[in-house]
């Protein structure tokens, strides 16, 4: 058949592309991804594969941190190429692949990351049943504020309308059905020990959707954490990002939440198993930073 004949199959093509740019972003709940952290067990997924690679786009360098020199070394490496003197040039992923650190998403177009040059709104879920009400949304608003600083995305805690006037707080909820977030929000929702939404086993999941842009980039739009009550079982209160403790395995969750995946380093507390001595590394801190850089 000659080509001119199939020319006819060009706009059909692109109605149908389209298509599915639209059904990924608004019905497709399955289309994200579950990573869950429990310290009972290793991860099976911690072998790695192609897809688990930071890739490169060209709107990843809109750097809304400060970056220390130990961070540039990650940041800035040799192209590869045959020169004798290779070009040094900001080239990310060479580094935070060989440090073991992994996006949620990798497509050939890049990672799945949040545009930084919008509101994200943090929206703090609890469930009408839990009691620590006050303490879990401490922990979520302690670490939206970590997860700001290290990223630079602009993250807004959801305002709460009780009484006459609007404040932040928590919202006391339901959560025998969890609904999907709005569109560029993070819900963190606190949910009872025996909730149908996580496994026996499972501490907390975190889940992102994604939609393809007409460019090829892969964008979050949504983000979602359970948490589990036994959090508070499991663990004590602690800082934020040092040790195993309520906050470090929020965190974790949460950095999921912006893209970052697990990493292979068994300090780092973005590993499987949050040890006792875990704790960001500059490979973590390096991922974080590049998780903020994406423009819109
Ligand atoms: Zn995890």
Same mark, same amino acid.
């Given at each position: 058949m000659?080509?001119?004949?199939?020319?006819?199959?060009?706009?059909?093509?692109?109605?149908?592309?389209?298509?599915?740019?639209?059904?990924?972003?608004?019905?497709?709940s399955?289309?994200?991804?579950?990573?869950?952290?429990?310290?009972?067990?290793?991860?099976?997924?911690l072998?790695?594969?192609d897809?688990?690679?930071?890739?490169?786009?060209?709107?990843?360098?809109?750097?809304?941190?400060?970056?220390?020199?130990?961070?540039?070394?990650?940041?800035?490496?040799p192209e590869?190429?045959?020169?004798?003197?290779?070009?040094?040039?900001?080239?990310?992923y060479?580094?935070?692949?060989?440090?073991?650190?992994?996006?949620?998403?990798?497509?050939?177009?890049?990672?799945?990351?949040? =545009?930084?040059? *919008?509101?994200?709104e943090?929206?703090? !879920? #609890?469930?009408?049943?839990?009691?620590?009400v006050?303490? %879990?949304?401490?922990?979520i608003?302690?670490?939206?504020?970590?997860?700001?600083?290290?990223?630079?995305?602009?993250?807004?805690?959801?305002?709460?309308?009780?009484?006459?006037?609007?404040?932040?707080?928590?919202?006391?909820?339901?959560?025998?059905?969890?609904?999907?977030?709005?569109?560029?929000?993070?819900?963190?929702?606190?949910?009872?020990?025996?909730?149908?939404?996580?496994?026996?086993?499972?501490?907390?999941?975190?889940?992102?959707?994604?939609?393809?842009?007409?460019?090829?980039?892969?964008?979050?739009?949504?983000?979602?954490?359970?948490?589990?009550?036994?959090?508070?079982?499991?663990?004590?209160?602690?800082?934020?990002?040092?040790?195993?403790?309520?906050?470090? =395995?929020?965190? *974790?969750?949460?950095v999921h939440?912006? !893209? #970052?995946?697990?990493?292979?380093?068994?300090?780092?507390? %973005?590993?499987?198993?949050?040890?006792?001595?875990?704790?960001?590394t500059?490979?973590?801190?390096?991922?974080?930073?590049?998780?903020?850089?994406?423009?819109?």
């Amino acid at each position: 058949m000659k080509i001119r004949k199939l020319l006819w199959l060009i706009p059909l093509l692109l109605i149908g592309l389209v298509a599915i740019a639209i059904y990924e972003e608004f019905f497709a709940s399955g289309n994200y991804q579950k990573i869950e952290i429990s310290n009972y067990d290793s991860d099976p997924t911690l072998s790695r594969e192609d897809k688990e690679t930071w890739t490169r786009n060209l709107r990843d360098e809109k750097w809304l941190i400060e970056r220390s020199p130990k961070i540039d070394d990650f940041f800035y490496q040799p192209e590869q190429t045959t020169m004798i003197h290779p070009m040094i040039s900001i080239n990310p992923y060479i580094g935070l692949n060989v440090a073991g650190v992994t996006p949620m998403v990798s497509t050939e177009n890049g990672v799945a990351l949040w =545009a930084n040059c *919008h509101k994200i709104e943090v929206l703090t !879920g #609890v469930d009408f049943f839990l009691e620590q009400v006050e303490e %879990m949304y401490d922990v979520i608003d302690g670490v939206t504020e970590v997860i700001k600083n290290y990223t630079g995305l602009r993250l807004t805690h959801s305002l709460q309308t009780t009484g006459n006037h609007p404040v932040y707080g928590p919202s006391l909820i339901s959560t025998a059905e969890i609904p999907t977030p709005k569109k560029n929000s993070i819900h963190a929702i606190w949910v009872p020990r025996e909730s149908p939404h996580l496994e026996d086993n499972e501490l907390g999941r975190a889940e992102i959707w994604n939609t393809v842009e007409t460019d090829g980039t892969p964008t979050i739009t949504r983000a979602r954490m359970i948490l589990s009550e036994k959090l508070f079982d499991e663990y004590d209160l602690g800082l934020i990002g040092r040790g195993s403790n309520v906050e470090t =395995a929020v965190l *974790h969750e949460f950095v999921h939440s912006v !893209g #970052v995946g697990h990493s292979n380093n068994k300090n780092s507390f %973005m590993h499987t198993d949050l040890a006792d001595e875990s704790f960001a590394t500059i490979a973590d801190l390096a991922a974080l930073i590049f998780a903020g850089s994406r423009s819109c």
